[in-house]
């Protein structure tokens, strides 16, 4: 059975930092594509970054330079990076993964979710 969970939330200030990891198992993950989400309150869970299987990035544009992701593949992790936290980025950060090789922006795009994590950045 798939499982991914995510750790490394919480609660921080406007220009902290916080490091999400997101451990899969179940199944080997170095051939398909991960991603973070995030949802935050009325709002559509939107695409914060994505990585392929080949190290090919994806990241929206309010987090290009601030956030970074990256994957462990021996240890079928994704993590992601977050600095200089806005509270524009409070929100549940959700771990995903697409069976595919490509970034899809979409939560349609995804076969397989955590459970999420919250992040607060207070202003």
């Known amino acids: 059975q798939v499982q991914l969970v995510e750790s490394g939330g919480g609660l921080v200030q406007a220009g902290d930092s916080l490091r999400l990891s997101c451990a899969a198992s179940g199944r080997t993950f170095s051939s398909y594509t991960m ?5 935050a309150p009325g709002k559509e869970r939107e695409l ?7 190290g090919s990035t994806y990241y929206t ?15 079928n ?3 992601l990076q977050m600095n200089s936290l806005k509270p524009e980025d409070t929100a549940v950060y959700y771990c995903a993964v697409r069976k595919w090789i490509t970034v899809a922006t979409t939560s349609t795009g995804y076969d397989y979710w955590g459970q999420g994590t919250q992040v607060t950045v207070s202003s």
């Not at 991603?35 to 949802?39: E, I």
């Not at 914060?48 to 080949?54: D, L, Q, R």
Request: hydrophobic letters at 35%; glycine letters at 10%.
């Open 35 to 39: 991603g973070w989400f995030r949802q």
């Open 48 to 54: 914060v970054a994505a990585i392929t299987s080949g």
């Open 61 to 75: 544009d309010s987090v290009k330079g601030r956030f970074t992701i990256s994957r462990d593949s021996a240890k």
């Open 77 to 79: 992790t994704v993590y």
